[in-house]
């Protein structure tokens, strides 16, 4: 799956949101200063011709839906991440958040708690 740029991203984010909407709702999410109604086009028909996003046609006007859901392509991108910067180990990409003072002690127990609850699960149905 390719990489989706930042502006790409940001159009993403907006129809991800919305489920579905013609380019003038898209162009509405955008909080003001809004991009220019002809930049979000051009980012659309690339998002399109990627495989991201779909459309229907009425008449000349298209109503654009994302093909793709939010979490499958973050999935994607962070296990690409795993791999590329972390030899494919998940306890190494785990380690660095834990090895930081980037979390706080909420967080890791946040973690814990998920972390816990999946074993648990695991452990019924093997």
Known sequence: MKELTKAELQVMHHLWELKNGFLKDIVEAFPE?????????TVIRVLVKKGFVGYRSFGKVHEYYAKISSQSYFRTHVNSLIQHHFDGSVVSFASFFTGNDALDLG??????????????????NP
């Open 33 to 41: 200063p809004r991009p220019a109604y002809t930049t979000i086009s």
């Open 107 to 124: 967080e890791l127990e946040e973690i814990k708690q998920l972390i816990d609850q999946k074993i648990e699960a695991l452990s019924r």
